[in-house]
């Protein structure tokens, strides 16, 4: 059983920045698409941003330029880098692994089909 465990998070104020990671068991990481996922009470998860098996990536616009996600295959370990906060960034944070070799749908739940516990962050004014 393939388990996700992040760490980090936590209250800061607008402006600040926040690292999250997530260590991931097992010996396939780094052929997983990992990705980053938050929701708000009320709401649908949203996708934050993902990095492919080769390391690219790709984020939502609304946090474009301020995240950055990367991985350390070696460490079998998923960062979210998070930097000028906003308000609005506030949700719990969750991390992803998708063990599928294609989807069309990488920028929703569908294809992940492990998952970090999530951690809370709350950013202040």
């Known amino acids: 059983q393939v388990q996700l465990v992040q760490s980090g998070g936590g209250l800061v104020q607008a402006g600040d920045s926040l690292t999250l990671s997530c260590v991931v068991s097992g010996r396939a990481f780094s052929s997983y698409v990992m990705a980053w996922f938050r929701q708000v009470p009320g709401k649908e998860r949203e996708f934050v941003g993902l990095t492919w098996t080769g390391g690219g990536t790709d984020y939502a616009q609304s946090v474009k330029g301020r995240f950055t996600i990367s991985r350390d295959n070696a460490k079998n370990t998923l960062y979210l880098q998070m930097n000028s906060l906003k308000p609005e960034d506030t949700a719990v944070y969750y991390c992803?692994?998708?063990?599928?070799?294609?989807?069309?749908?990488?920028?929703?739940?569908?294809?992940?089909?492990?998952w970090g516990q999530g951690t809370q962050v709350t950013v202040s004014t």
């Open positions: 992803a692994a998708s063990s599928s070799s294609s989807s069309n749908r990488w920028y929703s739940q569908t294809p992940y089909n492990y």
